[in-house]
């Protein structure tokens, strides 16, 4: 037995490999769990006291031998297979490109500006660090107006005439400071507002405002812009206006936008009503149109908010608007489809 161990090592030394593959089954052959190895050593009980000492010593210098040259051979093909490009195969496929999702705040988004623009809206942006001018006084929100307690503000503690905007209204007064009528444009952006987390409301999420300036604009023209938003995006169109109040619009309401209740996500989104409320809006208030350089007399205009984490979540069946800012791959893989 001994002798054929050794005919083994010489076996072994002298082993070349063209491939990974042959070395894997020579690997094996010796190595592997049911190798002639783990066979040696199983005999080894079986061998005369007096032989164990040599027995011992060739099965190990096979084991070694067989190790050493699985290693080298490995390294081998490694380098050549890397090195030389008389190894690569070009009718191989290529590694796949892993595809993104967009985000379902960004499908929305893009549904909506898709949804105005076919009506003549534009789009605009603004910073997200404001002033207390674009985000309240401008809006006829001046200091210590207690509507201003409306939206639980986010102030820079140094400099309280700096603030993280509560709502996209600020991006209106500054298209307003810099453009005349007529005006239609819509602001898509983050806002801030200092509120407890939950399901149903976050301390940051996105709305998109409208705002409409022109020579005898009228609540009739409000409300079918309204109609023709919803019914383009929800393909339903029940909505309601409920009497409301916001300091820059004047009459105001809330829009609400009748979904059904048909799912467990659709209750709990509405709060078992059925409806949900999507925004605020009204006619633009004369004296914003003012405070913006816009001559109050001649022209009116109105102006609507809508927040988009709501659609969003409308949308896309989502029952907790966390989902939308914890950047979980599992969530957003789901949105592959809808781009
Ligand atoms: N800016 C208001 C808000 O964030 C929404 C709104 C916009 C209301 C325009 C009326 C007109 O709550």
Not at 23 to 42: C, P, Q, S, T, W
Not at 65 to 85: F, G, I
Not at 89 to 105: F, N, V, Y
Not at 211 to 222: E, N, P, R
């Amino acid at each position: 037995m001994i002798d054929k161990i050794k005919e083994l090592i010489a076996e072994a030394e002298s082993f070349k490999a063209q491939s990974k593959e042959e070395v894997e089954a020579f690997r094996i052959k010796y190595l592997g769990k049911k190798g002639l190895l783990n066979d040696y050593f199983a005999e080894f009980k079986n061998v005369a006291n007096e032989q164990k000492k040599e027995f011992g010593q060739v099965i190990n210098q096979l084991k070694n031998t067989a190790q050493n040259k699985v290693n080298t051979l490995k390294e081998e093909l490694e380098n050549t297979s890397t090195d030389s490009l008389g190894n690569l195969d070009l009718s191989r496929p290529g590694e796949p490109i892993t595809l993104g999702a967009r985000h379902p705040i960004s499908i929305v988004k893009n549904d909506i500006i898709d949804i105005f623009s076919r009506i003549g809206f534009n789009v605009s942006e603004g910073p997200e660090i404001e002033d207390d001018w674009h985000n309240f006084t401008a809006l006829n929100l001046p200091e210590y107006h207690p509507a201003r307690d409306m939206q639980d503000t986010f102030f820079i503690q140094t400099n309280p005439d700096i603030l993280l905007r509560t709502h996209t209204s600020s991006v209106q007064v500054r298209y307003m400071e810099n453009n005349q009528p007529p005006i239609r444009t819509i602001s898509p952006g983050r806002v801030y507002r200092n509120e407890a987390i939950s399901a149903r409301s976050h301390c940051f999420f996105h709305q998109l405002e409208g705002l409409y300036i022109d020579k005898d604009v009228s609540f009739a023209d409000l409300k079918q812009t309204l109609q023709y938003f919803t019914t383009e995006l929800f393909g339903k169109a029940k909505i309601r206006l409920r009497p409301s109040y916001f300091p820059f619009t004047e009459p105001s309401a809330e829009v609400d936008v009748y979904w059904g209740l048909e799912t467990e996500t659709d209750y709990k989104i509405t709060k078992g009503t059925g409806w949900l409320e999507i925004g605020g809006c009204g006619m633009v208030d004369p004296n914003v149109l003012t405070n913006c350089g816009i001559d109050a007399n001649e022209y009116s205009g109105f102006a609507f908010g809508v927040g988009i984490d709501r659609i969003a979540m409308l949308l896309h069946q989502i029952s907790d608007i966390r989902l939308l800012s914890e950047n979980d791959i599992r969530f957003l893989d789901q949105f592959k489809s809808a781009l």
